[in-house]
């Protein structure tokens, strides 16, 4: 059965750090460009990453950019997503969804665009 679960999210003080994680059962992830996703109450859920196949091509969010990193590990099935310098702005619930495309595509389309969801991780940035 195909799965995404997303863990890593918390509650952190501004500027500070965390390091979430996408682990996928019932599929080989690396057949997946991967994004992460976002909704903070009351806002539409926007993307933030995403990731190609081959883990050489990433995008980003214009207001992540030079703050978050995502990467992958084919081998143990997983996708990161670094986030350093957090701000309260960046309190959502993060969520990670797998995406056909080809090897070096990236795209951070619409959510509809994107197949199988994970439950989300919360992030809560606040002093």
């Known amino acids: 059965q195909l799965q995404l679960v997303e863990s890593g999210g918390g509650l952190v003080q501004p500027g500070g750090s965390l390091r979430l994680s996408c682990v996928a059962s019932?599929?080989?992830?690396?057949?997946?460009?991967v994004g992460w996703f976002r909704q903070a109450p009351g806002k539409e859920r926007e993307g933030v990453s995403c990731?190609?196949?081959?883990?050489?091509?990433?995008k980003y969010k214009d207001s992540v950019e030079g703050r978050f990193t995502i990467s992958r590990d084919n081998a143990k099935n997983t996708v990161y997503l670094q986030m350093n310098s957090l701000k309260h702005e960046d309190t959502a619930r993060y969520y990670c969804?797998?995406?056909?495309?080809?090897?070096?595509?990236?795209?951070?389309?619409?959510?509809?665009?994107?197949?199988?969801w994970g439950q989300g991780t919360q992030v809560t940035v606040s002093s």
């Open positions: 990731i190609s196949r081959s883990g050489t091509f990433t």
């Open positions: 019932g599929i080989n992830v690396g057949n997946y460009a």
């Open positions: 969804a797998t995406k056909i495309l080809n090897y070096y595509s990236v795209s951070l389309s619409q959510p509809a665009d994107f197949g199988s």
